[in-house]
């Protein structure tokens, strides 16, 4: 299997200080930076920055957001996570990350999606009953803008193109898109259908159940016409000396985003023990020792011939030292040993395949 991609996913989260309030949405930003310098210089491939639109998240903006990280950073690759497309304009959107991809040297990448929140509907004056209707036409356009050519489209959402350019074009190659996806067989046939590459959204339960969209995947990609294209994953997690420690420091910020969230969504509460379970082998929590995520991660990958794995380090309330911290063992030991394990289990595949 190919060399995987390890990267981060922040939303900007908004974090407390020592005095136990809230920071502004300003002052996470700005941390947010000094996370992406971090991540910079300990080797990550990737950071992806996502757009949302309440009080929670610091976030509306994230590609002036990276391209401040570009001229920060040197190789990390930069992204969203996600643009919600629904609510936004695909040609402005092309735009802003073509722009992007310009002032990082080519370092920009976008992942589309629907998004989990629907704040931006109302804010920016659309229909939620559009809900499915507005991305399938926004997205036809993106791919249209995307391909580099003179525009001629028309849909449901905006008036029609005959023949229109869109600037600033990619100075090389393609923009690199990815559909994000949480849980639904269309949004991995429509990824399919446009050649996009997948990143699939694992926030709860085994991250294996996800092996049969890996396989309607690969095989809408041939019905369509197009080779294998990468595959992703994002889930949240985070990385302290000890599986303990890291527990016990994502514990109580795990507890008040979710049970947040949970008020507004009709959930219970996490409990403890469900908590423990999301961290276990078996679930979504990338939460340990840098042995036991590397572990967990290195399995995931096998399991759904990963391209990419993006943690996504922050935690509601987390601090900004413990992040920090976090990112620093990814970097310096999560990735590395995670790097090793899938050498080594390609090196017996390999083995156990060859004749005697």
Same mark, same amino acid.
């Given at each position: 299997?190919?060399?995987?991609?390890? &990267? *981060?996913?922040?939303? +900007?989260?908004?974090?407390?200080?020592? #005095?136990?309030?809230?920071? @502004?949405?300003? /002052? !996470?930003?700005?941390?947010?930076?000094?996370?992406?310098?971090?991540?910079?210089?300990? &080797? *990550?491939?990737?950071? +992806?920055?996502?757009?949302?639109?309440? #009080?929670?998240?610091?976030? @509306?903006?994230? /590609? !002036?957001?990276?391209?401040?990280?570009?001229?920060?950073?040197?190789?990390?690759?930069? &992204?969203?996570?996600?643009?919600?497309?629904?609510?936004?304009?695909?040609?402005?959107?092309?735009?802003?990350?073509?722009?992007?991809?310009?002032?990082?040297?080519?370092?920009?990448?976008?992942?589309?999606?629907? &998004?989990?929140?629907?704040?931006?509907?109302?804010?920016?004056?659309?229909?939620?009953?559009?809900?499915?209707?507005?991305?399938?036409?926004?997205?036809?356009?993106?791919?249209?803008?995307?391909?580099?050519?003179?525009?001629?489209?028309?849909?449901?959402?905006?008036?029609?193109?005959?023949?229109?350019?869109?600037?600033?074009?990619?100075?090389?190659?393609?923009?690199?898109?990815?559909?994000?996806?949480?849980?639904?067989?269309?949004?991995?046939?429509?990824?399919?259908?446009?050649?996009?590459?997948?990143?699939?959204?694992?926030?709860?339960?085994?991250?294996?159940?996800?092996?049969?969209?890996?396989?309607?995947?690969?095989?809408?990609?041939?019905?369509?016409?197009?080779?294998?294209?990468?595959?992703?994953?994002?889930?949240?997690?985070?990385?302290?000396?000890?599986?303990?420690?890291?527990?016990?420091?994502?514990?109580?910020?795990?507890?008040?985003?979710?049970?947040?969230?949970?008020?507004?969504?009709?959930?219970?509460?996490?409990?403890?023990?469900?908590?423990?379970?999301?961290?276990?082998?078996?679930?979504?929590?990338?939460?340990?020792?840098?042995?036991?995520?590397?572990?967990?991660?290195?399995?995931?990958?096998?399991?759904?011939?990963?391209?990419?794995?993006?943690?996504?380090?922050?935690?509601?309330?987390?601090?900004?030292?413990?992040?920090?911290?976090?990112?620093?063992?990814?970097?310096?030991?999560?990735?590395?040993?995670?790097?090793?394990?899938?050498?080594?289990?390609?090196?017996?595949?390999?083995?156990?395949?060859?004749?005697?």
């Amino acid at each position: 299997m190919e060399k995987l991609e390890l &990267g *981060l996913d922040t939303f +900007g989260d908004r974090t407390r200080g020592t #005095d136990g309030k809230p920071a @502004s949405h300003a /002052e !996470v930003i700005r941390n947010l930076l000094e996370q992406a310098e971090l991540a910079d210089r300990v &080797g *990550l491939a990737f950071i +992806g920055v996502g757009e949302h639109h309440r #009080d929670d998240f610091a976030v @509306s903006a994230p /590609e !002036v957001v990276l391209a401040a990280i570009a001229s920060r950073t040197k190789q990390i690759r930069l &992204g969203s996570a996600v643009t919600v497309l629904s609510s936004d304009d695909p040609i402005r959107v092309f735009q802003r990350f073509s722009t992007l991809d310009a002032v990082s040297g080519g370092r920009a990448e976008v992942i589309l999606g629907r &998004g989990s929140f629907t704040e931006s509907f109302p804010l920016f004056g659309f229909e939620l009953a559009r809900y499915e209707e507005l991305f399938e036409d926004k997205l036809s356009l993106f791919a249209k803008v995307r391909a580099g050519t003179p525009v001629t489209w028309s849909g449901s959402t905006r008036p029609p193109l005959e023949n229109q350019s869109v600037y600033p074009p990619i100075e090389h190659g393609l923009l690199r898109t990815w559909i994000g996806v949480g849980g639904s067989p269309e949004s991995v046939v429509r990824a399919a259908h446009y050649g996009f590459d997948l990143m699939l959204a694992i926030i709860g339960g085994d991250p294996a159940r996800f092996a049969g969209y890996v396989e309607l995947y690969r095989e809408a990609l041939e019905k369509f016409g197009f080779g294998r294209r990468p595959i992703g994953v994002h889930s949240p997690g985070h990385v302290a000396a000890t599986d303990e420690q890291a527990r016990e420091e994502l514990w109580p910020h795990f507890l008040a985003m979710r049970t947040k969230i949970g008020a507004e969504r009709g959930w219970a509460p996490p409990s403890r023990a469900q908590f423990e379970n999301e961290a276990g082998p078996r679930g979504a929590l990338f939460v340990g020792s840098p042995e036991t995520v590397a572990q967990k991660i290195a399995a995931t990958a096998r399991t759904l011939s990963l391209s990419r794995f993006d943690l996504k380090y922050s935690n509601g309330p987390m601090p900004h030292e413990q992040m920090l911290k976090s990112i620093e063992l990814i970097g310096t030991k999560v990735a590395p040993r995670v790097h090793e394990l899938l050498a080594r289990s390609g090196a017996e595949s390999h083995a156990a395949a060859a004749p005697p």
